[in-house]
């Protein structure tokens, strides 16, 4: 399939199941500020003025996740009960009990924490390393947190989603042909007005002019009000948007979610090394896209498999690719938290718009290969 539409979306840090990532990424730093060894793996659930985080922590210090809860409600900007969440006033409930002695007999030998499937992906679509859909509705994502926190667009309020619908020929993003935003706003707010600001001060600052065009459609809060948000419009749960976390659908996902969890989770340590092995392919010349596979059994070292997709665009075969992965990259899970550096706590950074294409992570650094 050569020309098709394809469609990806993104959250800003307000939405309700980010806002959940948020903390169990917090709480996460956290641990790993204090004991670099940590095991972590925590959830949240957010539901109207309430929140909930329960999970496993063992680590050497001490842990209030009810105040690092509140911090980070504060700093999304959660501040009234009326319209979504207010930091002072909310309930936190915190059920945290220490991880598994079943799981830790196979994690303190570096074997994987559990069983699964892992996917990375790049393409040369955006100077970022991914699929054009999903950086163009990050950006239009953070772009809509910049101009709250900032007062340019003062009467929107955390929650908020973006969509961007992109128009392939030949393989390659030719246009836009539809971008969908809808942002939560004060009461009273005149939709020209929203329209127009977001046009002007959102859309047209991070979106090459070259790829809209007279037929691009572009809605915005399409019910014509979002004024409630946050988890009193909607339930919020660490974890639920692994798409918006990953590649927008463009590339195939493992399944397990990333935020809350240390590094021996391989949900999400192998899933950066994967992006790293595959960026490097694609920028190194020996692919245009790259997809990798992984599956790991729980308390084993090595990768029971490795599959590499090139989708016809390099000149090796994938086999060949498949073999020179394996014998280049330590892919056990120790390996990858040495090579990646990922005992530090680096996590909040990776929470909102995306794990991959910053180019300030370490799993996002290029070498020669």
């Excluded at 699929?131 to 163009?136: K, L, Q, R």
């Excluded at 590339?251 to 899933?271: I, P, T």
């Excluded at 950066?272 to 896209?289: D, H």
Aim: charged share 30%; net charge negative.
């Amino acid at each position: 399939m050569k020309n098709y539409f394809f469609t990806s979306e993104s959250v800003t840090e307000g939405h309700p199941d980010k806002l959940c990532d948020s903390i169990s990424d917090a709480i996460l730093d956290a641990c790993l500020a204090q004991d670099e060894n940590a095991r972590v793996a925590v959830e949240t659930f957010a539901a109207n003025n309430t929140i909930t985080i329960a999970g496993q922590v063992t680590m050497q210090g001490t842990l209030d996740a009810e105040k690092i809860a509140r911090e980070k409600i504060k700093e999304i900007g959660f501040d009234c009960a009326k319209t979504d969440m207010d930091y002072a006033t909310c309930k936190i409930v915190v059920d945290i009990t220490k991880q598994s002695p079943d799981i830790a007999m196979g994690v303190d030998v570096g074997g994987a924490g559990d069983q699964g499937i892992m996917f990375g992906y790049a393409c040369d679509e955006t100077e970022e390393y991914m699929p054009y859909a999903i950086a163009m509705a990050h950006r239009l994502s953070k772009r809509l947190t910049e101009v709250r926190r900032s007062g340019e667009i003062p009467y929107i309020r955390p929650d908020g989603k973006t969509q961007v619908t992109v128009e392939y020929e030949e393989d390659k993003p030719k246009r836009i042909e539809t971008i969908l935003i809808s942002t939560q706003h004060e009461e009273n707010v005149d939709m020209d007005t929203l329209k127009k600001d977001l046009m002007e001060k959102v859309i047209r600052k991070v979106i090459p002019a070259d790829k809209i065009d007279e037929n691009t459609k572009i809605y915005v809060n399409p019910t014509g009000r979002f004024v409630i948000g946050g988890p009193l419009g909607d339930t919020g749960l660490t974890g639920r948007k692994i798409i918006v976390d990953t590649y927008g659908g463009y590339a195939r996902h493992g399944g397990g979610c990333f935020s809350g969890k240390d590094a021996s989770k391989v949900d999400r340590s192998a899933a950066y090394m994967l992006r790293y092995i595959a960026k490097n392919l694609v920028a190194n010349g020996y692919a245009k896209k790259c997809e990798i596979q992984v599956a790991y059994a729980i308390g084993m070292k090595d990768p029971l498999s490795i599959c590499v997709n090139t989708f016809g665009t390099s000149e090796k075969s994938e086999e060949e690719l498949a073999k020179f992965v394996r014998e280049k990259f330590d892919l056990t899970p120790a390996g990858i938290i040495r090579n990646l550096d990922l005992k530090k706590p680096i996590y909040e950074q990776t929470t909102n718009y995306g794990h991959f294409g910053k180019p300030n992570l370490p799993w996002e650094q290029i070498c020669k290969m």
